[in-house]
């Protein structure tokens, strides 16, 4: 190792970058979690103070056409723009700056939750609230491919062990969302109150990868790596006015090789391309039935259980 870099003091970049890693995954493990919170709203136009909820209310004979449709719609309003900008994130990191792309995106996300806490405690129709909740959907996912893509790229700056904390941060937050909701249910409390506590729980913990992020560009391990980069282009840029230099008559010939050299897509794609299409295939399955399909799957021997009080179900 060379002597002089600095070393990463107390793991603070690893622990930053897993707090980020845990920020891109958490908004929408957070809304699948709350699945049943959502489609109960879209049940019962009666305001929300006066609503009964009953063990029935979830059955698919009772259910209305918003709750039956909510799933599906909810899965392609998230991937169809989690796909988009993914896409996107190649023009997206040469047109707008990496700080923007990172902090704006965990900005306007913690936004989106604060106004879905917000709405906790506001009446409105159903198809009000399904129209608000989609288009919110679509707006996190949105930020949330935008800030995914630009993490991983930050992350390559370093050392490749220091993709790792990224991907156990996201690993955890299925985790922590379904942890927040039996904290929450468990609770006791009324129904607004424990969703709004879910809801700003998420708030929180996107505010501390804000600060996270604000934190990391001060850390001496970071500052290293990131000038270490900077300094590259103007190094190549020198390498060659130095080669046009020497012999302005072999410039067709070497812009020729150079651009033999340059990978192509084409090219990647041929390399990658059986793990390439083995990740397709797997997310196709596990998209195709997560949560759409599982959402609706229901245990058959908890029924009168504590756990299936007209509260819980709400969830």
Request: proline content about 5%; aromatic content about 12%; charged content about 15%.
């Amino acid at each position: 190792m060379d002597p002089q870099v600095p070393k990463d003091k107390y793991n603070g970049v690893w622990l930053i970058f897993f707090m980020l890693g845990l920020g891109t995954l958490l908004p929408w493990n957070f809304f699948m979690t709350a699945t049943m919170n959502f489609t109960s709203r879209l049940a019962d136009p009666q305001p929300l103070s006066e609503r009964n909820f009953s063990a029935n209310q979830t059955e698919e004979d009772t259910r209305s056409v918003l709750q039956a449709k909510f799933n599906n719609v909810m899965t392609l309003c998230a991937m169809i723009p989690l796909l988009a900008f993914t896409c996107l994130n190649s023009v997206l990191h040469q047109r707008i700056p990496q700080k923007i792309r990172i902090a704006g995106s965990l900005t306007a996300i913690m936004l989106l939750f604060l106004l879905t806490a917000i709405l906790v405690k506001v009446d409105l129709e159903p198809l009000h609230f399904f129209v608000i909740t989609m288009i919110k959907i679509i707006c996190i996912n949105s930020f949330g491919a935008v800030l995914q893509g630009s993490l991983f790229g930050m992350a390559g700056l370093l050392p490749a062990s220091y993709t790792t904390p990224i991907m156990s941060g996201q690993g955890l937050a299925g985790t922590f969302a379904a942890f927040s909701m039996i904290c929450a249910i468990a609770s006791g409390s009324a129904l607004q109150d424990s969703a709004f506590g879910y809801f700003i729980t998420a708030c929180a913990v996107i505010a501390l990868a804000i600060a996270s992020y604000v934190a990391l560009p001060k850390l001496a391990f970071f500052q290293y790596y990131q000038e270490s980069n900077q300094n590259k282009p103007s190094e190549d840029e020198e390498n060659k006015m130095d080669l046009l230099k020497k012999d302005q008559s072999k410039q067709g010939v070497s812009t020729a090789e150079e651009d033999k050299q340059a990978p192509s897509f084409l090219g990647i794609f041929k390399k990658i391309w059986v793990m390439a299409l083995s990740v397709c295939f797997a997310f196709t399955i596990t998209i195709g039935t997560f949560p759409a399909v599982t959402v609706d799957v229901k245990s058959t021997i908890a029924v009168g259980g504590t756990w299936v009080s007209p509260q819980c179900v709400s969830w």
